[in-house]
């Protein structure tokens, strides 16, 4: 299995987050995700924040060579992580559970962390203050040197308002990624929360332009792609002026596969889907669709 990168995958690597496939990453969860990944044509799998060190991480490692899958991580950090928490072990708890997922990396041959990396992800009821926000850039920087030292990024997913209260829009993203410092420190978007937020959702990714790391796509109600209302034609242009080369993932929900807390946090109270596979083979057939119409655009 090589590492996810353009030069082991080609242009955009298409990948898929786990929980569309399985319902709990054990090791046989995870044997099964890869193998429905693998057959259905995607290019990495999205694998949740396991233990570093841990038998899981070992036979994860083992699921993903066996069906030669990439991998990235992806997770949003608890309130007793909040790397923007005024409790100062919050914030230490968050730094040590993200240098092991560093670690991780290397243990399962995963080439990015993604998600809610930088506060908790949940609805916060008020702003978040300047000193949290410090905070959280001064732990990311520490965080970037870690990573860069063994190629691994970090890409901080911007979210909608009600899942996180530092970044919302691409623009706050690429000026808190500036200000760590650390080139492993990037962007994470995602055409679902880019929906809500972004006036302009093209120019919002060409703006981000190099700091984009990693994409996300996601429909307006979290179901099958097509049958909300994200544009994806002006997404998937804007990935193509940006010169996006990088990784693109599916991401959805349902209620036929996740439970609490995740389930709360996301408000997910109705089901757009139950058949995960059927759902993933559409996505894949979108996403290539609508890449390939936004090449022979440029
Ligand atoms: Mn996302």
Redesign the pocket.
Known sequence: MGRLTSKTFGQNPLGI?WIVLEKEWTEEGARRAAGKARALGYDFIEIPPIAPGSDLARATRQALEAAGLGATV?LGLSAEQDLTSDDPRCREAGEVFLAGLIDLCGEVGASAI??INYSAFQKYAAPCTPAGRAASIEAMARLGEKAGKVDVTIGL?V?NRYETNVLNTAAQAVAFARETGSAAIRV?L?S??MNIEEPDVEGAIVATGELLEFF?V?ESHRGYLGTGNVDFVSIFRGLAKAGYRGPI?F?SFSSAMIGQPLLGILAIWRDTWEDGEDLAAHALDFMRSYLKSAREGR
């Open positions: 987050h992806s993604n998600g997913e979210v994470h995602d679902y929360h996300h996601g993932s991401e």
